[in-house]
């Protein structure tokens, strides 16, 4: 699978892990590594659901609440997010873009 800039994605994607079950330098981790916003698509008649998601090698196989495999459907796109969109939030435990 090939993200935006057709340059291909990582095999092993997984959700990023709750920013609240890090230390900080697995916070550290996390931000470092490349994030791709994944939409899943499990009918297509729904709208499809958006993980934000990072390779589990390059963030140290850190786990998440969120078992993509569980979840089923079929990956429909995958966007790298640029570093400079790159948002979290340790107060409130989340990550956006």
Not at 36 to 47: A, G, Q, R, W
Request: proline share 3%; hydrophobic share 40%; net charge negative.
């Amino acid at each position: 699978m090939l993200d935006q800039y057709e340059n291909k994605v990582p095999d092993d994607l997984v959700v990023l892990p709750e920013i609240a079950n890090l230390t900080d330098d697995e916070v550290k981790v996390v931000v470092n590594a490349d994030w791709y916003d994944v939409s899943l698509s499990h009918d297509p008649e729904e709208t499809d659901t958006i993980y934000l998601m990072a390779s589990a090698k390059a963030i140290n196989y850190l786990e998440s609440n969120i078992d993509i495999a569980e979840l089923g459907g079929i990956f429909i796109e995958v966007i790298k997010v640029d570093d400079i969109f790159k948002r979290w939030n340790n107060e409130d435990g989340f990550y956006h873009t």
